[in-house]
């Protein structure tokens, strides 16, 4: 069962000790993001965020660039820490968390794809995916066992002793998602993982991802500033704007009921018809052999 996240009044301030102090008393006070960077000169990237994510959902973060997306899903993980507000993954505030239940959670419970994979390029496909258990202390003969499974399920067999460079960027980010899965991680998370690729892998990818997750249990986090992309893959879709979340919901509940402006401006490009397909499809259980992956 992938986890549950839930997300109390989180705050992040980017600034001295001392302005995140004034800055909090002043979001209380109800000041905007450009308000407070204009008092103070602190920047508040996530601003009285709550919400849940529920187990298994594949969740997008949608919005433009500075909106505070990574600085969201980094707090996922603590490589940011809240300047307030609790972060409940399965029921347990992470923000408690000491060293040794930090890297205990890193290790096993959540994997994180950015938007440059950051492969060693010195090591083989198989060498990279093997990495996260590798620091786990897993020996090498299960290790290689996982890492071929992982290898297999993003269509990448026969491709394991080959270096990233000798692979295209579709196939690196491929590597990516596979070395993000070994581990087995209850909560995945994604960075707009897919902005750099051209349409056409672009879009075997969310299939791929789509049928990952009807593959197995497990809660994604997924982040783009598309939404075509968002509404594509999202069970439900967070729109965010000046670090503050604008409308949660399905993508129906964007087409019928935008909560303002904003957000009626922000979905009148998407194209409705292709998204009911792709979720329709993916409902069918999309066919995951429809790669583009020349095999050797
Ligand atoms: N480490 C940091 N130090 C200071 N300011 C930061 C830091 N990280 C992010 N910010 C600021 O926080 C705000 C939100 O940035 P963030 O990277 O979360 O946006 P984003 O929505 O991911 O944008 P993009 O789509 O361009 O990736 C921006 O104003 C940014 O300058
Ligand atoms: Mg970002």
Redesign the pocket.
């Known amino acids: 069962m992938g986890y549950s996240v839930k997300v109390e009044n989180l705050s992040v301030v980017f600034g001295t000790d001392e302005q995140k102090k004034e800055a909090l008393k002043l979001i209380e006070e109800g000041h905007s993001q450009a308000e407070i960077k204009d008092m103070i000169g602190a920047t508040v990237a996530n601003k009285e965020i709550s919400f849940e994510i529920n187990e298994n959902e594949l969740f997008v973060i949608v919005g433009l660039?500075g909106s505070g997306?990574?600085t969201f899903i980094r707090t996922l993980n603590l490589l940011n820490i809240p300047t307030a507000g609790k972060i409940i993954v399965d029921g347990k505030d992470i923000t408690t968390f000491n060293k040794e239940e930090l890297r205990a959670y890193r290790r096993n419970d959540v994997s994180m794809i950015f938007q440059h994979f950051g492969l060693f390029s010195h090591r083989s496909v198989i060498a990279n995916v093997e990495y996260p258990l590798e620091i786990q202390g897993i020996e090498k003969k299960k290790r290689h066992e996982k890492a071929m499974e992982a290898i297999e399920r993003v269509g990448l067999a026969g491709w394991e002793d080959y270096l990233p460079k000798e692979l295209s960027g579709g196939m690196r980010q491929r590597v990516g998602l596979a070395r993000a899965l070994t581990n087995d991680p209850k909560l995945m998370l994604m960075?707009?993982p897919y902005s750099a690729l051209d349409p056409l892998i672009r879009r075997d990818m969310q299939n791929e991802l789509l049928a990952l997750e009807d593959d197995i249990e497990r809660t994604i986090v997924f982040?783009t500033h598309d939404m075509n992309e968002a509404f594509r893959m999202g069970d439900r879709i967070a729109l965010m704007k000046d670090g503050e979340v604008v409308q949660i919901g399905t993508p129906d509940v964007f087409f019928d009921s935008p909560a303002n402006d904003y957000v009626r401006d922000f979905i009148a490009d998407v194209d409705k018809s292709r998204i009911l397909k792709v979720r329709k499809c993916h409902e069918k259980g999309f066919p995951w052999t429809d790669h583009r992956v020349d095999r050797p």
Do not use: A, F, V
């Open positions: 660039s997306k990574s960075d707009e982040i």
